[in-house]
């Protein structure tokens, strides 16, 4: 079992920084991959970014250039860099962990107003 909890959402205004964090524990030896996803109302759930335990990292082209996943494995923690932040990027964010089974955090809302 992998356990996951997500931190630092808020509000913030366009053009704005937040950064969320998404502390592991648990069988953390098993995890692969970690990413982010995010669901907006009245939306489904999208994939948002993601690093895997080798090193790559991957974004969703609605956020390239403006987001950065990154880790840090002394704390096993994985972070969300959120800059240039857009009113279309307010959702619930959640934190996955895959190894075997796909493990999610309980979210953060983040919104972004204009």
Do not use: H
Request: proline share 3%; hydrophobic share 35%; net charge positive.
């Amino acid at each position: 079992q992998v356990q996951l909890v997500e931190s630092g959402g808020g509000l913030v205004q366009a053009g704005g920084s937040l950064r969320l964090s998404c502390a592991a524990s648990g069988s953390i030896f098993s995890i692969n991959v970690m990413g982010w996803y995010r669901q907006a109302p009245g939306k489904q759930r999208e994939w948002v970014a993601q690093i895997i335990r080798s090193g790559p990292t991957f974004y969703a082209d609605s956020v390239k250039g403006r987001f950065t996943i990154s880790r840090d494995n002394a704390k096993n923690t994985v972070y969300l860099q959120m800059n240039s932040l857009k009113p279309e990027d307010t959702a619930v964010y959640y934190c996955q962990a895959q190894g075997g089974t796909a493990y999610w955090g309980q979210g953060t809302q983040v919104t972004v107003s204009s």
